[in-house]
């Protein structure tokens, strides 16, 4: 079995990883980046915080090729888009408004 470890530093996993921050950096440049590896299931996450309001949106311009790298090429590698930390505090402020609202 391969450890995570060796999986982050195989050559083909680094240029998955850099192809995906590049199409993800061209359709939201302020994008920033947390690799790392994880067990369950194992394999590469790249978690891509992004300023926006649904993290699918994001998805829709990677999904396609993690597909491919994952089945065709045998990749165990992840991609997860989530919300900037401001993002999240405006939704949940949101989510509370909406509660006492209805109340």
Same mark, same amino acid.
């Given at each position: 079995?391969?450890?995570?470890?060796?999986?982050?530093?195989?050559?083909?996993?680094?240029?998955?990883?850099?192809?995906?921050?590049?199409?993800?950096? =061209?359709?939201?440049?302020?994008?920033?980046? #947390?690799?790392?590896?994880? $067990? /369950?299931?194992?394999?590469? +996450? @790249?978690?891509? &915080?992004?300023?926006?309001?649904?993290?699918?949106?994001? =998805?829709?311009?990677?999904?396609?090729?993690? #597909?491919?790298?994952?089945? $065709? /090429?045998?990749?165990?590698? +992840? @991609?997860?888009? &989530?919300?900037?930390?401001?993002?999240?505090?405006?939704?949940?402020?949101?989510?509370?408004?909406?509660?006492?609202?209805?109340?």
């Amino acid at each position: 079995m391969t450890s995570v470890h060796d999986q982050q530093t195989n050559p083909r996993m680094q240029a998955a990883v850099a192809e995906w921050q590049a199409l993800i950096l =061209a359709h939201y440049p302020s994008t920033t980046f #947390i690799v790392g590896g994880a $067990e /369950d299931p194992e394999g590469v +996450y @790249v978690q891509a &915080v992004v300023d926006v309001d649904d993290p699918d949106e994001v =998805a829709e311009v990677f999904i396609d090729r993690m #597909i491919d790298l994952q089945v $065709e /090429d045998g990749l165990p590698i +992840y @991609v997860v888009p &989530v919300r900037t930390p401001e993002r999240r505090a405006a939704l949940r402020q949101r989510q509370a408004a909406a509660r006492t609202i209805s109340v």
